[in-house]
C-alpha cells in the first residue's frame, strides 16, 4: 500500500459545482495534512492544511479529516475554470519530509 | 516578502558532467527541503535542512548527489557524473520551522542528454 493515494483522474466538474478531492494515508499517526495545486508546468501552491484536530474551511475551499478512514478531502465549492489544475495530497513522514499523492488531474468544465 | 527563489529555472547538459543547482529560501525561513519531481508523479522528498545542516538526507538516491548550506540561508543541490535518469524538476521549499507549512519554488527543470 503506497503511503498516500489519490486517484489520478482526470476529474471533470461543471463549473459553478462543489470539487471534490480524496486522499487516503497509510500511518494511523499522522497529524497534519497538506493540499497543493499544481497548474501545468509550474510548482506546488500550498492552498490549504489542516490538522488532526478539525476541519478548515478557508473561501471557497474546505478540507475534511476522517481518521477513522484515513482520508482526507478537499471540496472546491463554485468552481471556477482557474481551478483547473492538479491537485496535491502531502502527508510529512518522519515529521518533516512530505510524502506526496500523484495528484488528482481536476478540470472545470464552462 | 519575495518567495523561494531557484536557478537555474532550465539547465541542459550531456551525460557524466556535473551541475549546481541552487535555492534562496525565503527570508527568515530557517529550514529547507529539496524535492525531485518526474512527470505524472509527486514531488519526492531529497534532503531537509534545519539551519546548516542536514538534519535527513534519507532521500537522496546515491552518493552522486550533495547538498549544502553553509550559512544557514542559500543551498546548492550538487549533482556529480550526471546520468539520463537524473532528469526531472527539482524542487525547493522552505518553511519558517520544523512542522510549519512548506512554500515551493518555481524549480529547476535538468535535462540529461
Known amino acids: 500500500q503506497k503511503e498516500v493515494e489519490q486517484n489520478s483522474g482526470p476529474l471533470s466538474v461543471p463549473e459553478g459545482a462543489i470539487a471534490s478531492l480524496n486522499c487516503t494515508y497509510s500511518d494511523r499517526g499522522s497529524q497534519s495534512f497538506f493540499w497543493y495545486r499544481q497548474y501545468s508546468g509550474k510548482s506546488p501552491e500550498l492552498i490549504m492544511f489542516i490538522y488532526s484536530n478539525g476541519d478548515k474551511e478557508d473561501g471557497r475551499f474546505t478540507a475534511q479529516l476522517n481518521k477513522a478512514s484515513q482520508y482526507v478531502s478537499l471540496l472546491i465549492r463554485d468552481s471556477q475554470p482557474s481551478d483547473s489544475a492538479t491537485y496535491l495530497c502531502a502527508v510529512p513522514r518522519a515529521g518533516e519530509k512530505l510524502t506526496f499523492g500523484t495528484g488528482t488531474r481536476l478540470t472545470i468544465i464552462p | 516578502g519575495a518567495g523561494v527563489s531557484q536557478t537555474p529555472s532550465n539547465k541542459v547538459t550531456e551525460k557524466g558532467k556535473y551541475v549546481e543547482l541552487r535555492c534562496d529560501p525565503i527570508s527568515g525561513h530557517t529550514a529547507l527541503y529539496w524535492y525531485r519531481q518526474s512527470l505524472g508523479q509527486g514531488p519526492e522528498f531529497l534532503i531537509y535542512f534545519q539551519g546548516t545542516g542536514a538534519a535527513d538526507d534519507s532521500g537522496l538516491p546515491n552518493d552522486r548527489f550533495f547538498a549544502v548550506r553553509p550559512e544557514g540561508s542559500v543551498s546548492t543541490l550538487k549533482i556529480q557524473r550526471t546520468e539520463r535518469g537524473d532528469s526531472a524538476v527539482y524542487l525547493c521549499?522552505?518553511?519558517?520551522?520544523?512542522?510549519?507549512?512548506?512554500?515551493f519554488g518555481d524549480g529547476t527543470r535538468l535535462s540529461i542528454l
Open positions: 521549499a522552505s518553511s519558517s520551522d520544523r512542522g510549519k507549512p512548506q512554500h
